[in-house]
């Protein structure tokens, strides 16, 4: 069975404090892996995409990274403007379908 | 990317009633995708709109509790019907963009008393 899961399920850092968060994938036929960041009663907002193992993509104190079998969204440096949930999903090629992980909550602390 | 706009951005309903959300987009697009999100949980995926055709159901989900409309290639409305304490949740609409990422609105939180 397709399946998307992150970890943690929520993390504490304080204001400068990197730190990872990890979408692990087992599906088949991969076509893309996505983050967004989804703030308190707002719909999910799209950071990034990445296509093959070793893509990596960045955005301000955001990078994300790709393997065969998961994604990191490394958060360096991070401010309290960062505080919200990460989701991450994958698409299929078979399936005109997304998957969504259940997100990690993120809360930075000044 | 796509501009999406949703009404109501929140509503409390009584149990038994039905309520229409609404959703614009700003280009013309094939498919919409309507999307669930239950309180502290991830999106689970309700239906595929297409423009002159039924909706398609994701398994769990029927016409009957979730009529879904498609009359041109911006707008959508989806019908949470006969309203349960369950239904409450936040209701999601998005599009795919051109690199296959999914756009969302701004999600229209329901609450059922």
């Known amino acids: 069975e397709d399946q998307v899961t992150q970890s943690p399920e929520a993390l504490r850092l304080q204001e400068g404090e990197s730190s990872s968060l990890n979408c692990s994938y087992t599906?088949?036929?991969?076509?893309?892996l996505f983050w967004y960041r989804q703030d308190p009663g707002k719909g999910p907002e799209f950071l990034f995409t990445?296509?093959?193992a070793g893509e990596e993509k960045e955005k301000e104190r955001l990078k994300a990274t790709l393997t065969k079998k998961e994604s990191f969204l490394h958060i360096t440096a991070p401010k309290p403007e960062d505080s919200a949930t990460y989701l991450c999903?994958?698409?299929?090629?078979?399936?005109?379908?997304?998957?969504f992980g259940s997100g990690t909550k993120l809360n930075v602390k000044p | 990317s796509a501009v999406i706009s949703q009404k109501p951005s929140r509503d409390i309903c009584q149990r038994g009633t039905s309520l229409t959300i609404q959703c614009q987009v700003d280009?013309?697009?094939?498919?919409m995708f309507w999307y669930r999100q239950q309180p502290g949980q991830s999106l689970t995926l309700i239906a595929t709109?297409?423009?002159?055709?039924?909706?398609?159901?994701e398994s769990g989900f029927v016409i009957d509790k979730f009529p879904i409309s498609r009359p041109n290639l911006t707008f959508s409305t989806l019908t949470v019907s006969n309203m349960s304490p369950e239904d409450s949740s936040i209701y999601l609409c998005?599009?795919?963009?051109?690199?296959?990422?999914?756009?969302f609105g701004e999600g229209s939180r329901l609450t059922v008393l």
């Open positions: 599906v088949s036929g991969l076509r893309g």
């Open positions: 990445l296509y093959s």
């Open positions: 280009s013309q697009v094939t498919m």
């Open positions: 709109a297409n423009q002159g055709s039924e909706a398609t159901y």
């Open positions: 999903a994958v698409s299929l090629y078979n399936f005109n379908k997304f998957y």
């Open positions: 998005s599009v795919e963009g051109g690199a296959g990422e999914l756009f």
